[in-house]
């Protein structure tokens, strides 16, 4: 049984994405949470390093590599600004419905600049009726004259201010039982009748902009129609597993080693009772806890990723990663905090962001309790 | 004009980061280098940055040399991830403890391997021995043009070069022709980051190792006993002052540093 | 003959190559004649000469020769000015072939940094770069102190075989020469003929001057210098606030320039920048790298202010202030406002 190891090509990556992050996202990372601001500018940069479509094949205008590379990015990125990895995160949604299910015309028409960071993407599903019970939506798509008619109004959605392509889902009928189908539709926000709406203003993950959708008389052309009507559910969940769990894990994983490594440097410089903080076996065992969350989320990430990249389901070693990643975040985030004592508890010290982006990400993604529901399913079954 | 070829020497250096590491082997009196990471030396990612900024311009070649011992040579890859068409690593065990005369030695013979060649570009200093001669020697040893200091490029695709190199207080305008070694500064520009897209492609970049003998250059020009500087004693400067604390709230201090800039005669 | 080490017991000559710099010497020029006429006196009866090429430089020369070079080889041509290593490093290597003096100098400036490794190479002789000190054995070998890994190891460094034994020397780092009682001869060269035969392939077309702003560095009284935890360019303004009460020069350490939060590279103190010796140095969130204390090594009192009671600057400093700068600057402002103002002021309290 061999270790998990990256490959050469893989480290080299991690390089190159940590020294970008560190030039130019850590220093403004303080500033975009305090603003909850998202930096276009940042983003722009990304896309020409290839983040925005890491995933996408080189015809279309991606890096053409694969989950695991994708992960370390959001890994890389989520160690300083969780709210930033999580605008790429949710824009790897879009562009990943569209790669997987859609018309070569429509990956022609989206992906290039998807892929490139020109434009960025969403996906909205989630309504005030339907969030963790997502058969709950009420917007709907209607057929009249050729056209599809949306109605509806999403919230919760990441990149709601931000995306120039959307992807929605509404309902488009019924299915054999009776019971509600959707359908998933590309909406691009210039469209009539779409627009953003509330902005909301988060306790985490500020980087990123979050907020409703609001679709009102929204007309869209049969060419919108993403993955074949009836779909949509099934789309979803799948992308929720595949792009949206995966990429939390990371992201949870990123705040983890964020919390270990300030952690250590604050144990070792501190000065109590005429020795580093360090050498108090109390303070020892938690910056353990963190570093055996770190290894444990670590490894439950990526072997996640490399399972379903294998053509695995995958189902509950993604949900157990996503569960354990972010709420690893949570623990090593307060263990952090109070083993920084006061200094902990002052923004010009990071840590709190941490424990605020930690939160956050439970309920991005499929709540931990959801991620139980799904791993005791697939086990009881 | 089908484009220049453009050759970049770069050198691994112990990550700056990490000089705290350095030691100095009691028994030996040697430098204890173990455990400290190379990275691409500074200086030399802005003269990549350029080159690649010409090669975008006119097209052409980018070739990377450097000397340096084989274990450094994925170091390069690095380098290559953020540009340029392959990498000559200059590899021998001769070639230890050459002097910076030994080393553009060697450097030119690496270049002539693979000239012809219209410009060589070099970052002015390198981070470790930080002595700005490479440059103006290897442009001595290849017998062309050669200018330190380059804090401004410009070049004509017939091949006429204007450069402006850092003074004291101010710069100079010089006008030349290819082929030159340029060493440039870090001011002239700003490096790129390293895509996705580079790591990939740079898995696919030859990386050739030349020794001594391909390179043709006799032993007694190159490494310790080619080198005319001698290394002796190494010790650690030590800067110690009394240290003495100033006690007391801040006002207190405040208080302290008036009395001695008042002693010192420098307040009025 | 030339390029090889002499028997034992002949004495070659000390030379330094000075510098024109916009009508005057570079102070550097002075610094290391002195350092030439320190080593000449303490090795015992050994010349020392002065090199300058140039334009117009006559008077320049005379000043060399007043302040105590035996001989001053003058080289003035309009060819020569600007700067250039190619017809630089022609005259100089003829002459030193010429010539075979023992020890040659250079100052580390820009042009310097270039000078002396081109006429190193075509002599294919040693050169130590930006000395920090520099010893003459009386049987005349010169000894190079040298710095590397950002200032944390000092190496000496020889040239055995090969001559001249070649060093540039860091500006700043030694002062100018005292008075002197002798006074040398100045040499007219022939710069066609030195120049004969060189294939001349730059053309300098023009040159800039542009004043730094600010108090320079070299030479001021007090410097008031900041360092990495001063944490962006609202707070930096502090620090320039109290350089101007005190009519002071205002210093970073690499961190800081590298932040963008300084005038610019002319500010820098450190083994790659400047070397400064003020009366008072007043350093504030500066860590204390040896890059930075190598540059105010010889400053008179060095104050530093650091909120980390265990920063290691505090061991090269003579007195230390733990606490944020940010309580101390404005609060220090003040105070020197009021003793300006010829206000009374707490009485100071005695600097032992």
């Given at each position: 049984?061999?270790?998990?190891?990256?490959?050469?090509?893989?480290?080299?990556?991690?390089?190159?994405v940590?020294?970008f992050?560190?030039?130019e996202v850590?220093?403004?990372?303080?500033?975009?949470?305090?603003?909850?601001?998202f930096p276009m500018d940042i983003f722009v940069k990304m896309g020409k390093l290839g983040f925005a479509g890491v995933f996408v094949?080189?015809?279309y205008g991606g890096a053409?590599l694969?989950?695991?590379?994708r992960?370390?990015i959001l890994?890389?990125l989520?160690?300083?600004?969780?709210?930033l990895a999580?605008a790429l995160m949710t824009h790897h949604l879009g562009v990943?419905?569209i790669l997987?299910?859609?018309?070569?015309?429509?990956?022609?028409?989206y992906l290039p600049d998807l892929a490139s960071g020109r434009k960025i993407s969403g996906?909205?599903?989630?309504?005030?009726?339907?969030?963790?019970?997502?058969?709950?939506?009420?917007?709907?798509?209607?057929?009249?004259?050729?056209?599809?008619?949306?109605?509806?109004?999403?919230?919760?959605?990441?990149n709601?201010?931000n995306a120039e392509v959307?992807?929605?889902?509404?309902?488009?009928?019924?299915?054999?039982?009776?019971?509600?189908?959707?359908?998933?539709?590309?909406?691009?926000?210039?469209?009539?009748?779409?627009?953003?709406?509330?902005?909301?203003?988060?306790?985490?993950?500020?980087?990123s902009?979050?907020?409703?959708?609001?679709?009102?008389?929204?007309?869209?052309?049969?060419?919108?129609?993403?993955?074949?009507?009836?779909?949509?559910?099934?789309?979803?969940?799948?992308?929720?597993?595949?792009?949206?769990?995966?990429?939390?894990?990371?992201?949870?994983?990123?705040?983890?080693?964020?919390?270990?490594?300030?952690?250590?440097?604050?144990?070792?410089?501190?000065?109590?009772?005429?020795?580093?903080?360090?050498?108090?076996?109390?303070?020892?065992?938690?910056?353990?806890?963190?570093?055996?969350?770190?290894?444990?989320?670590?490894?439950?990430?990526?072997?996640?990723?490399?399972?379903?990249?294998?053509?695995?389901?995958?189902?509950?070693?993604?949900?157990?990663?996503?569960?354990?990643?972010?709420?690893?975040?949570?623990?090593?985030?307060?263990?952090?905090?109070?083993?920084?004592?006061?200094?902990?508890?002052?923004?010009?010290?990071?840590?709190?962001?941490?424990?605020?982006?930690?939160?956050?990400?439970?309920?991005?993604?499929?709540?931990?309790?959801?991620?139980?529901?799904?791993?005791?399913?697939?086990?009881?079954? | 004009?089908?484009?220049?070829?453009?050759?970049?020497?770069?050198?691994?250096?112990?990550?700056?980061?990490?000089?705290?590491?350095?030691?100095?082997?009691?028994?030996?009196?040697?430098?204890?280098?173990?455990?400290?990471?190379?990275?691409?030396?500074?200086?030399?990612?802005?003269?990549?940055?350029?080159?690649?900024?010409?090669?975008?311009?006119?097209?052409?070649?980018?070739?990377?040399?450097?000397?340096?011992?084989?274990?450094?040579?994925?170091?390069?890859?690095?380098?290559?991830?953020?540009?340029?068409?392959?990498?000559?690593?200059?590899?021998?065990?001769?070639?230890?403890?050459?002097?910076?005369?030994?080393?553009?030695?060697?450097?030119?013979?690496?270049?002539?391997?693979?000239?012809?060649?219209?410009?060589?570009?070099?970052?002015?200093?390198?981070?470790?021995?930080?002595?700005?001669?490479?440059?103006?020697?290897?442009?001595?040893?290849?017998?062309?043009?050669?200018?330190?200091?380059?804090?401004?490029?410009?070049?004509?695709?017939?091949?006429?070069?204007?450069?402006?190199?850092?003074?004291?207080?101010?710069?100079?305008?010089?006008?030349?022709?290819?082929?030159?070694?340029?060493?440039?500064?870090?001011?002239?520009?700003?490096?790129?980051y390293?895509s996705l897209m580079?790591?990939?492609?740079?898995?696919?970049?030859?990386?050739?190792?030349?020794?001594?003998?391909?390179?043709?250059?006799?032993?007694?020009?190159?490494?310790?006993?080619?080198?005319?500087?001698?290394?002796?004693?190494?010790?650690?400067?030590?800067?110690?002052?009394?240290?003495?604390?100033?006690?007391?709230?801040?006002?207190?201090?405040?208080?302290?540093?008036?009395?001695?800039?008042?002693?010192?005669?420098?307040?009025? | 003959?030339?390029?090889?080490?002499?028997?034992?017991?002949?004495?070659?000559?000390?030379?330094?190559?000075?510098?024109?710099?916009?009508?005057?010497?570079?102070?550097?020029?002075?610094?290391?004649?002195?350092?030439?006429?320190?080593?000449?006196?303490?090795?015992?009866?050994?010349?020392?000469?002065?090199?300058?090429?140039?334009?117009?430089?006559?008077?320049?020369?005379?000043?060399?020769?007043?302040?105590?070079?035996?001989?001053?080889?003058?080289?003035?041509?309009?060819?020569?000015?600007?700067?250039?290593?190619?017809?630089?490093?022609?005259?100089?290597?003829?002459?030193?072939?010429?010539?075979?003096?023992?020890?040659?100098?250079?100052?580390?400036?820009?042009?310097?940094?270039?000078?002396?490794?081109?006429?190193?190479?075509?002599?294919?002789?040693?050169?130590?770069?930006?000395?920090?000190?520099?010893?003459?054995?009386?049987?005349?070998?010169?000894?190079?102190?040298?710095?590397?890994?950002?200032?944390?190891?000092?190496?000496?460094?020889?040239?055995?075989?090969?001559?001249?034994?070649?060093?540039?020397?860091?500006?700043?780092?030694?002062?100018?020469?005292?008075?002197?009682?002798?006074?040398?001869?100045?040499?007219?060269?022939?710069?066609?003929?030195?120049?004969?035969?060189?294939?001349?392939?730059?053309?300098?077309?023009?040159?800039?001057?542009?004043?730094?702003?600010?108090?320079?560095?070299?030479?001021?009284?007090?410097?008031?210098?900041?360092?990495?935890?001063?944490?962006?360019?609202?707070?930096?303004?502090?620090?320039?606030?109290?350089?101007?009460?005190?009519?002071?020069?205002?210093?970073?350490?690499?961190?800081?320039?590298?932040?963008?939060?300084?005038?610019?590279?002319?500010?820098?103190?450190?083994?790659?920048?400047?070397?400064?010796?003020?009366?008072?140095?007043?350093?504030?969130?500066?860590?204390?790298?040896?890059?930075?204390?190598?540059?105010?090594?010889?400053?008179?009192?060095?104050?530093?202010?650091?909120?980390?009671?265990?920063?290691?600057?505090?061991?090269?400093?003579?007195?230390?202030?733990?606490?944020?700068?940010?309580?101390?600057?404005?609060?220090?402002?003040?105070?020197?406002?009021?003793?300006?103002?010829?206000?009374?002021?707490?009485?100071?309290?005695?600097?032992?």
């Open positions: 049984m061999a270790e998990l190891k990256f490959t050469q090509q893989q480290e080299m990556l991690r390089k190159a940590r020294e992050v560190e030039k850590k220093p403004v990372a303080a500033r975009l949470d305090a603003e909850s601001r094949p080189r015809q053409g694969g989950m695991t590379e992960a370390i890994e890389e989520g160690r300083h600004a969780a709210g999580m990943d419905a997987s299910y859609g018309t070569e015309e429509q990956k022609k028409k996906l909205a599903v989630t309504e005030p009726t339907g969030g963790s019970d997502v058969a709950g939506q009420l917007a709907t798509a209607v057929r009249e004259n050729g056209n599809w008619v949306i109605n509806g109004r999403k919230c919760f959605i990441t709601s201010s959307n992807v929605i889902t509404a309902r488009t009928g019924e299915d054999a039982k009776g019971r509600p189908a959707f359908s998933a539709f590309i909406v691009e926000n210039a469209v009539e009748g779409f627009s953003p709406g509330r902005e909301e203003d988060k306790v985490g993950l500020r980087g902009s979050t907020g409703d959708l609001l679709m009102n008389g929204c007309k869209v052309g049969d060419a919108s129609l993403l993955g074949g009507e009836g779909n949509g559910m099934k789309m979803a969940l799948s992308l929720f597993t595949k792009i949206g769990r995966t990429g939390m894990a990371a992201i949870g994983l990123g705040i983890i080693r964020a919390c270990l490594e300030d952690g250590v440097k604050f144990a070792r410089e501190r000065v109590l009772y005429g020795k580093p903080l360090s050498k108090l076996q109390a303070i020892q065992f938690e910056i353990a806890r963190t570093r055996i969350d770190y290894e444990a989320a670590r490894l439950l990430t990526y072997n996640a990723v490399g399972l379903k990249e294998g053509g695995a389901g995958a189902d509950a070693e993604i949900a157990a990663a996503k569960y354990f990643a972010t709420e690893g975040a949570v623990r090593a985030a307060k263990r952090t905090m109070d083993l920084m004592g006061g200094y902990g508890v002052i923004n010009e010290y990071p840590v709190g962001r941490y424990m605020r982006d930690a939160l956050t990400t439970i309920s991005c993604g499929g709540t931990s309790h959801i991620m139980q529901i799904i791993v005791a399913g697939q086990t009881l079954n | 004009m089908s484009g220049f070829h453009i050759v970049v020497l770069v050198k691994p250096v112990p990550d700056p980061g990490c000089y705290d590491r350095v030691e100095i082997d009691p028994a030996t009196g040697v430098l204890a280098r173990q455990g400290m990471p190379s990275v691409l030396n500074p200086s030399d990612r802005h003269a990549l940055e350029e080159a690649l900024a010409l090669q975008e311009r006119f097209g052409g070649r980018v070739t990377l040399v450097s000397m340096t011992p084989e274990s450094s040579a994925e170091t390069l890859r690095e380098a290559l991830a953020m540009g340029g068409d392959e990498a000559v690593v200059l590899s021998d065990r001769a070639f230890a403890g050459s002097d910076s005369l030994a080393t553009s030695r060697v450097l030119a013979a690496g270049i002539a391997k693979v000239a012809p060649f219209d410009l060589v570009l070099a970052g002015n200093e390198s981070a470790d021995g930080g002595t700005v001669h490479v440059p103006s020697q290897v442009g001595e040893l290849l017998g062309v043009a050669h200018l330190a200091n380059v804090i401004r490029l410009e070049v004509d695709p017939d091949g006429s070069v204007r450069a402006r190199t850092r003074i004291e207080n101010g710069y100079v305008e010089v006008e030349a022709a290819l082929p030159m070694v340029l060493g440039v500064r870090r001011e002239i520009n700003s490096p790129r390293t580079g790591v990939i492609a740079s898995q696919g970049k030859p990386i050739r190792v030349l020794g001594a003998e391909d390179l043709g250059v006799g032993r007694s020009g190159v490494g310790m006993e080619g080198s005319n500087m001698r290394p002796g004693k190494l010790s650690r400067p030590g800067y110690r002052r009394k240290g003495e604390r100033v006690k007391g709230d801040p006002e207190e201090a405040v208080s302290r540093i008036v009395g001695i800039l008042r002693a010192e005669g420098v307040l009025g | 003959m030339t390029g090889v080490a002499k028997a034992a017991g002949r004495k070659g000559a000390i030379w330094i190559v000075a510098e024109q710099a916009g009508g005057k010497l570079a102070p550097v020029s002075l610094e290391i004649l002195g350092q030439a006429l320190r080593m000449a006196r303490e090795a015992g009866e050994c010349e020392v000469a002065a090199v300058l090429v140039g334009k117009d430089a006559g008077g320049l020369a005379s000043v060399l020769a007043a302040c105590g070079a035996d001989k001053v080889f003058l080289a003035d041509d309009p060819q020569l000015s600007p700067y250039q290593n190619d017809t630089h490093g022609a005259v100089l290597t003829r002459l030193i072939a010429r010539e075979d003096p023992e020890v040659v100098l250079f100052g580390a400036t820009a042009c310097g940094e270039e000078l002396a490794p081109t006429v190193a190479a075509r002599l294919d002789t040693g050169l130590g770069a930006h000395c920090t000190d520099l010893d003459l054995s009386a049987g005349g070998l010169l000894m190079m102190g040298v710095l590397g890994f950002g200032g944390r190891v000092h190496t000496e460094m020889f040239c055995p075989a090969r001559r001249p034994q070649m060093a540039s020397v860091k500006p700043g780092m030694f002062q100018p020469p005292p008075r002197a009682e002798r006074k040398g001869a100045v040499v007219r060269e022939d710069a066609a003929a030195l120049l004969e035969g060189e294939r001349i392939r730059l053309r300098a077309v023009k040159v800039v001057w542009k004043e730094p702003e600010g108090v320079p560095l070299e030479g001021a009284e007090v410097v008031v210098a900041g360092g990495f935890g001063i944490g962006g360019k609202e707070p930096w303004a502090l620090l320039e606030d109290l350089a101007r009460e005190l009519s002071g020069a205002v210093g970073c350490t690499r961190p800081a320039l590298d932040e963008g939060w300084t005038s610019g590279e002319h500010t820098m103190i450190g083994t790659s920048g400047k070397t400064v010796r003020p009366k008072v140095y007043l350093g504030f969130g500066i860590s204390g790298s040896p890059h930075h204390t190598v540059g105010i090594k010889d400053a008179g009192v060095i104050v530093s202010v650091n909120s980390d009671p265990r920063a290691p600057v505090f061991e090269s400093s003579d007195y230390c202030v733990v606490s944020d700068f940010r309580k101390i600057v404005p609060a220090l402002i003040r105070e020197i406002r009021k003793v300006k103002g010829g206000g009374v002021g707490e009485p100071a309290p005695s600097v032992a």
